[in-house]
């Protein structure tokens, strides 16, 4: 994850406050209408092109990769001590 300097995240945190203020994401559709607009207004900023996409298509990728590795292998391994591994131990 690029982590980017605290007093450029705070102009964008106070953007994200704004709109968590006044809009409630409700569905799966809402989250990716939203993402898609922003994802099409970097397009037309740095202008439309393969190495473009290719930056895209590469930062989702790897924002996939990052909730995976902090949230959801630790919600799997909570459920796994929870409930017992569907695994069954090697002999």
Do not use: A, W
């Not at 898609?36 to 290719?54: P, V």
Request: net charge positive.
């Amino acid at each position: 994850m690029p982590y980017i300097q605290q007093k450029i995240r705070k102009k964008y945190q106070e953007v994200l406050d704004y709109l968590n203020h006044f809009v409630k994401i409700n569905c799966p559709g809402e989250l990716n209408y939203i993402l898609f607009k922003i994802i099409l207004q970097y397009i037309r900023d740095k202008r439309e092109c393969y190495q473009t996409y290719n930056d895209v298509i590469g930062v989702l990728e790897c924002i996939k990769q990052e909730l995976y590795r902090r949230f959801v292998s630790k919600y799997e391994d909570l459920k796994i001590k929870q409930n017992g591994d569907i695994v069954e131990k090697r002999r």
